[in-house]
């Protein structure tokens, strides 16, 4: 993965020159204003609706660090995305016996390691399949406020992975600018019942080392295990930044 895509503009043509040019990395930061809506829940209980709005999000959001990194050798690469985000949600419940309302703590981490070759590499242009595998680990805690759960709290989370396999396209425009994207599932009932991860956005290279892509992101989850339910959808939008430069050969 590049910063969102944005490590695929630094591809040129298909020369066996460019095949054996040597590894270049990119390292990206970026930052994931995302919103978070769906259910969570623990301990057997019935889940919890979680509705975070793109425009509370500032308001919820706790702490969170982004990064990806690529390594390419010509159509071949090696990357790697983090993201760990933790929110605050303040959910009502429909009836308010067990509780008039709760406050949730949300820390995701997902980790994500692909493997990728350009079956299309030219002019600035790549289109990339990727597959690889995705961790997650996630911890809840609900503190519970009215009902007679009054005063209460408790927590729950778990590990797990997922399988993955999807697509990166980045193509130029000119002047500089560059379109990128890139579509992933995963799960397919070996960790998440269903996963899926998608982005889209532009980019603007400064030079052949520099440049920062501005989009949207949403990825979706939907796992349960023993109680535990993670049924979310992330979303909003991202800037990112990107610095590459060449292994020592």
Known sequence: MSVLCGANAFAADTTKQQQDE???????????ASGIKGESGLFGFP???????????????????MGLTE??????TISTDIVYAKLDANIGTPRGILASNIDATVSTFMGTALGGY????????NFDLVAGARLWSVDNRFDF?????????????????????????????GNGIYLAG?????GFG???????????????????????????RAVHDNYSHDGFVNKLTQQGP??????????AQ
């Not at 532009?202 to 501005?214: E, L, R, T, W």
């Not at 991202?238 to 292994?247: N, P």
């Open 22 to 32: 040597g590894w270049t990395v990119t390292v990206a930061p970026y930052l994931w």
């Open 47 to 65: 889940p919890q609706d979680v509705d975070v709005s793109f425009g509370d999000v500032l308001n919820h959001l706790k702490f969170g660090f």
């Open 71 to 76: 390594a390419r050798n010509g159509p071949f």
């Open 118 to 125: 350009s079956v299309y590499y030219q002019d600035g242009t």
């Open 145 to 173: 406020h009215g009902g007679a759960l009054d005063g209460r709290s408790a927590s729950d989370g778990d590990t797990w992975v997922d399988p993955v396999i999807g697509a990166k396209i980045k193509a130029n425009v």
């Open 182 to 186: 890139w579509g992933l599932v995963g």
């Open 190 to 216: 070996a960790g998440s019942k269903s996963m899926w991860d998608v982005m889209g956005g532009a980019g603007y290279q400064f030079n052949d080392k520099m440049s920062m892509f501005v989009g949207y």
């Open 238 to 247: 991202i800037l990112g930044f990107t610095y590459q430069f060449s292994a």
